[in-house]
Nanobody, 128 residues
Framework: QVQFVESGGGSVQAGGSLRLSCAASGYTYSSSCMGWFRQAPGKEREGVAAIYTGGASTYYADSVKGRFTISQDNAKNTVYLEMNSLKPEDTAMYYC?????????????????????WGQGTQVTVSS
């Protein structure tokens, strides 16, 4: 059974930092794409960052480049999202997700439909 335990969300002021964690279990972690998505009220879920656990290639949405960093600890089956210089527009529910089928290799990492499994989400609120 694939499971994720997300943590690290919270409330910060603009310019602050948070580190999200997503601990995965129930599948072969070494061969997957892990992504972070976010969804604000009334908006579509959007891709924030992704990492291919085999080669550790990373990808970012333009809106977070230079501020967010995705990383992994294979020994702990955990993916992190370090978020710096946070802005009010970063406020959203953040979700981690896994692509175990390889769809993202062909179809890209930004579409939620290309991911098989999802965490429960962790709220990030940035005040001005």
């Amino acid at each position: 059974q694939v499971q994720f335990v997300e943590s690290g969300g919270g409330s910060v002021q603009a310019g602050g930092s948070l580190r999200l964690s997503c601990a995965a279990s129930g599948y072969t972690y070494s061969s997957s794409c892990m992504g972070w998505f976010r969804q604000a009220p009334g908006k579509e879920r959007e891709g924030v960052a992704a990492i291919y656990t085999g080669g550790a290639s990373t990808y970012y949405a333009d809106s977070v480049k230079g501020r967010f960093t995705i990383s992994q600890d294979n020994a702990k089956n955990t993916v992190y999202l370090e978020m710096n210089s946070l802005k009010p527009e970063d406020t959203a529910m953040y979700y981690c997700a896994a692509d175990l089928s390889g769809r993202t290799v062909i179809a890209g990492w930004t579409r939620p439909a290309n991911f098989d499994y999802w965490g429960q989400g962790t709220q990030v609120t940035v005040s001005s």
